[in-house]
T-cell receptor, first 112, second 114 residues
Framework: AQSVTQLGSHVSVSEGALVLLRCNYS??????LFWYVQYPNQGLQLLLK??????LVKGINGFEAEFKKSETSFHLTKPSAHMSDAAEYFC??????????FGSGTQLTVLP | DAEITQSPRHKITETGRQVTLACHQT?????MFWYRQDLGHGLRLIHY???????NKGEVSDGYSVSRSNTEDLPLTLESAASSQTSVYFC?????????????FGQGTRLTVV
C-alpha cells in the first residue's frame, strides 16, 4: 500500500523567509505525487505534481518540489513566504485506482 | 466555467437519521470521489466511482453509501448518522484513466451529528 507522511503538523515562518514543508512517501512502484493547498473554508487546489518527467517540479504561486528517490522524499519549498501563503498543505500519492492517499497535512502560518 | 458544487455547505443532524450530501460536477468527468477530513488524519477516501452504475468502497466506507445514476452526480448517504461521522466532507472529480490526473475538489460540507 502507498502512503505519505508529512513531518510537522504546524510550521511558522516569517514573511520573506524560506518555506520548507516535508513529505516522505512509501511506495513499491514509481509514485505519482502531488501537493495540494487548502485555504480556509475552501476545497483543495493543486499546487504541483510529480509524474517522473523531471525531479524538480515547479508549481503555482512560486512553489516547487524536488523528488528524491534515494530519500523517498518530495519536500515543498518556496524561497520567500508571503502572507497569502498561510494555508494548510497536503502531500498525496496516487493509487492504482486513481484515488489519492493524503498525508495528515501541515498548517503554514506566516508571521509579519 | 465548469465546476464542482456540494450542498449543503453546513448541516446539523441527529443521531440515527439518514442524511444525503449532494455533489454535482459540470466537467463531464468519469471519476468521482468522496473524502472526509478530520484533524490529524488528512483526507480519507470513503467511496469512489469510475462512471455511471460503478461504485467502489474506499478506506472508511462503513456507514456510507453512494450511487451513480448519471455522470454529473455522486450523492453520499449516511444510512444512520453517528457522532463519529461528524466531519468535513469533500467531493472530487477527475477526468482520465491515468494516475497523474489532477483531481478537482468541491468546497466541502461540514456535517455535525448531535
Amino acid at each position: 500500500a502507498q502512503s505519505v507522511t508529512q513531518l510537522g503538523s504546524h510550521v511558522s515562518v516569517s514573511e520573506g523567509a524560506l518555506v520548507l514543508l516535508r513529505c516522505n512517501y512509501s511506495s513499491s512502484v514509481p509514485p505519482y505525487l502531488f501537493w495540494y493547498v487548502q485555504y480556509p473554508n475552501q476545497g483543495l487546489q493543486l499546487l504541483l505534481k510529480y509524474t517522473s518527467a523531471a525531479t524538480l517540479v515547479k508549481g503555482i504561486n512560486g512553489f516547487e518540489a524536488e523528488f528524491k528517490k534515494s530519500e523517498t522524499s518530495f519536500h515543498l519549498t518556496k524561497p520567500s513566504a508571503h502572507m497569502s501563503d498561510a494555508a494548510e498543505y497536503f502531500c498525496a500519492v496516487a493509487g492504482s485506482a486513481r484515488q489519492l492517499t493524503f498525508g495528515s497535512g501541515t498548517q503554514l502560518t506566516v508571521l509579519p | 466555467d465548469a465546476e464542482i458544487t456540494q450542498s449543503p455547505r453546513h448541516k446539523i443532524t441527529e443521531t440515527g437519521r439518514q442524511v444525503t450530501l449532494a455533489c454535482h460536477q459540470t466537467w463531464n468527468h468519469n471519476n468521482m470521489f468522496w473524502y472526509r477530513q478530520d484533524l490529524g488524519h488528512g483526507l480519507r477516501l470513503i467511496h469512489y466511482s469510475y462512471g455511471v452504475q460503478d461504485t467502489n468502497k474506499g478506506e472508511v466506507s462503513d456507514g456510507y453509501s453512494v450511487s451513480r445514476s448519471n455522470t454529473e452526480d455522486l450523492p453520499l448517504t449516511l444510512e444512520s448518522a453517528a457522532s463519529s461521522q461528524t466531519s468535513v466532507y469533500f467531493c472530487a472529480s477527475s477526468e482520465s484513466r491515468v494516475q497523474d490526473t489532477e483531481a478537482f475538489f468541491g468546497q466541502g460540507t461540514r456535517l455535525t451529528v448531535v
